[in-house]
């Protein structure tokens, strides 16, 4: 088992430019999230799915679209970069509630936007 | 609303020491409760949960947790600190709907001096 996975680990954007980052989990989880995490504020979630083909938004959407075409897949979008998402993100998914809530991260893509 | 506060930023302990990461937290309702850990450039690692089972929760590595429901406290500790254990700590409490979110901490950094 990969567990979960993100695509790239770094990457440096210019102000203005797209991307798309890749999260992949092999667990069968229904919950996938969206995370960005910035010095002295924890995680933030950005966007959630609980499950395929449904998306919505957590605490900081603006500047970011997502989509859960497949089950196994969550992609996170930045349609134009700005200062301000220069962040680490991080990817999770968890089981349903009879898991009790325990979500799996990834190891986190680091962005800088210049 | 659920929320939760770490009254540390940075705890400093002697290696063979003991540890204690401080948390309070807020529920309307009977909260989940988990402390995270994040080494340096790595995702998050569950240490442990509580989830209105036993009120001392044993986790990884030697860590353990006491929920006391009249404190609203969900404080980490462990006998005595190793090298290893220096990280970032995130205590994290549940939403209690059908979105399973987490509400993350700011984070206790734990440096282990030699």
């Known amino acids: 088992n990969a567990g979960v996975t993100q695509t790239p680990k770094f990457r440096v954007l210019k102000t203005g430019q797209s991307m798309t980052l890749l999260c992949a989990q092999d667990m069968n989880h229904e919950y996938m999230y969206w995370y960005r995490q910035d010095p002295g504020m924890g995680l933030r979630l950005i966007h959630y799915?609980?499950?395929?083909?449904?998306?919505a938004k957590g605490e900081v959407p603006d500047g970011y679209n997502v989509s859960r075409l497949k089950k196994q897949n969550f992609l996170l979008g930045l349609e134009s970069a700005a200062p301000s998402q220069t962040s680490v993100y991080f990817c999770?998914?968890?089981?349903?509630?009879?898991?009790?809530?325990?979500?799996?991260f990834g190891p986190g893509t680091r962005l800088t936007v210049t | 609303a659920q929320s939760v506060t770490q009254l540390d930023s940075h705890v400093s302990v002697s290696e063979g020491t003991p540890v204690l990461l401080r948390c309070n937290y807020s529920s309307s309702y009977s909260p989940s409760l988990f402390w995270y850990v994040q080494h340096p450039n790595k995702g998050l690692q569950l240490l442990l949960k509580y989830t209105s089972a036993a009120t001392l929760v044993k986790g990884i590595n030697g860590f353990e947790a006491e929920f006391k429901k009249s404190e609203t406290s969900f404080h980490l500790t462990k006998p005595s600190a190793h090298m290893s254990d220096a990280a970032e700590y995130f205590c994290v409490v549940s939403k209690m709907d059908s979105s399973y979110k987490l509400i993350f901490g700011s984070g206790t950094r734990l440096l282990v001096r030699p």
């Open positions: 799915s609980v499950g395929e083909g449904t998306t």
């Open positions: 999770a998914s968890s089981y349903s509630i009879l898991r009790n809530y325990e979500q799996y």
